[in-house]
Each structure stands twice: as C-alpha cells, then as structure tokens.
C-alpha cells in the first residue's frame, strides 16, 4: 500500500518516537514533538505505539490514497475531508483507493498527526524514522509527488472515536520541577506569565515576557556546555527563556533553570505564536 503526497501545508514531516542513545555522538533523539498525540493516532489503529506517522505543522497536507487503508488523525484539529465530506478527528477512517484525505488549517494547536495502517514505512535512518531538523537526520521532509510506503499487519480498528484532549487557544498551564541551576535566579518562574515567539520550531519554543533577573553570583557569568534535554528551560543572558522540544542541541551553555514534565512537553509543542504559558513549579513553593 501507498500514499501520494498532493500538497504538504508548511511543513510536514515523518516523525516516530525518536532515535535514543545517540547523544553520545551528538545526534538527538528527535522524534514527534507531541508524543501523546502520536500515541493516540497509532492506538486508534491498532498499530505500535512507535510506528511513524505524519507530523503536520498547522494543516494543509493533502494525500490520495493508492489503495484501501486506515488512518487516524489527532493533534491539532484542521477540520479534515475526505472527497469534500467532513470526518471525524480522533476516530479512524478508512480511505477507499483514489479517495483524498485533506486537512484544513487548525485554529487551535500547532502540530497535526496522521497514523496509518501498519505506520509508515519509509527507511529508517540509525533506527528510527523521524526527520531531525536540527541534524538533518532521517527521510527529508514530505513535498508533493512523493510517495510514502505504508505498512502491513496492521488489524481492523476496534475503536469508533477516542474521547481525546484537543489543544487549547486559551492561556496554558505547564509543569516544571527545578533545574540544576535554579539558583542562578533572583527572580523565580514560579508563576509568571509568558507568550511564545514566532521565533519558535521543533528545536525549542522561545518565551517573551518580563526578563528573569539572575543573581549576583550568575550576573554576567556563563557556563560549560552541558548535555540537554528535551523539556529543560535554559535561562540566555536575554532574561527570555527557551524550552528544549524533540529537535533540542544534545548540549548548552546557558544555565537551565527548570525541566517540564513529559506531559508539558507535549502541551508547549502544540503552542501558537502568541499563545499565553504559565510556568508552575509546585516544588519550589513546598
């Protein structure tokens, strides 16, 4: 089975859960920005969880199907068709062979993810299928008149609907414990409101608002590198902090302050330019 790529919306990618154990030779392991969301494209169809599927950034992908096959949709909600007919997100469909999927632009969330029966089955790339945008690592990122293998095994789904979390437009909330460097800080994150810059990828998502002030000891003060993280909050000059998503530096020289949760890390990866994100670090008020 097979599915050609009509159009691609700004960017679309193939992403899995990622390539781990590579840091040591300085390849992150990279993988679906938001993994709840991957997870639940991949169960809706019986598939592994570790199964590729397609990472679409803010809608307009559009694929024919070659043959009958299932596929699943999650994420970011872009108000899929199929030949013109709305259907269902977060419920799997089966696409007869010559039948269109296209997704629309999401209002709300940034990241769009589409299983398919059996996962797809491009060639893996030091044991994983997700492009590193970073690195450059891994099958290129889609652009029309490919055709993307898919593959087989995969049973008849035994779920009509999932009842998941769609991203929010309103202001986040997201959950860090304390970095090893939090007593850089004169001015703690506890609490304080930011927006999240254009200036924002799958490598990390920028944060504008009142700058954090560091302590005497660390002003003006910089650091070796040190290995990262997805999920670390490093702490520039700029007072402006950035979060480590799936495409993160395997090092950093900028102190981090906190590290989000895993589930965190999912929620940030679907913020919008614009988006207000309060930082809450429990431990520290305890």
Do not use: K
């Not at 559009?62 to 269902?88: K, N, Q």
């Not at 709300?108 to 690592?137: F, K, M, N």
Request: net charge neutral; with cysteine; charged share 15%.
């Amino acid at each position: 089975m097979s599915l050609h790529i009509i159009h691609t919306g700004p960017l679309a990618t193939i992403q899995d859960l990622g390539r781990p154990g590579w840091m040591n030779v300085g390849v992150s392991p990279s993988g679906a920005a938001d993994r709840e969301s991957h997870r639940l494209a991949n169960a809706l169809l019986g598939n592994d969880a570790g199964a590729a599927t397609i990472e679409v950034l803010i809608g307009g992908l559009e694929l024919l199907a070659t043959a009958a096959v299932w596929v699943a949709l999650s994420g970011a909600d872009c108000g899929a068709e199929v030949d013109g007919r709305a259907v269902d997100w977060a419920a799997p469909l089966a696409l007869r062979p010559g039948q269109r999927l296209r997704l629309g632009l999401s209002v709300a969330g940034l990241r769009a993810y589409v299983a398919v029966s059996g996962g797809v089955a491009v060639e893996p790339v030091l044991g994983s299928r997700s492009w590193d945008t970073l690195a450059h690592i891994g099958p290129p990122p889609l652009r029309p008149g490919m055709v993307l293998p898919t593959g087989a095994g995969a049973i008849r789904p035994t779920v009509d609907a999932a009842p998941a979390r769609r991203p929010s437009a309103d202001a986040l909330r997201v959950v860090a414990q304390p970095g090893p460097h939090m007593g850089w800080l004169a001015s703690g994150l506890d609490g304080t409101r930011w927006v999240v810059s254009p200036d924002s990828d799958r490598v990390g998502v920028r944060l504008q608002g009142s700058a954090v002030v560091r302590n005497a000891a660390g002003m003006g003060a910089e650091m070796p590198s040190e290995p990262m993280v997805r999920g670390v909050i490093q702490l520039p000059a700029s007072g402006q902090p950035v979060v480590f998503l799936a495409d993160h530096p395997v090092t950093g020289g900028y102190p981090v302050v906190a590290v989000l949760d895993d589930a965190s890390c999912d929620t940030i990866a679907q913020a919008r330019p614009g988006q207000s994100i309060t930082i809450d670090l429990p431990a520290v008020r305890r």
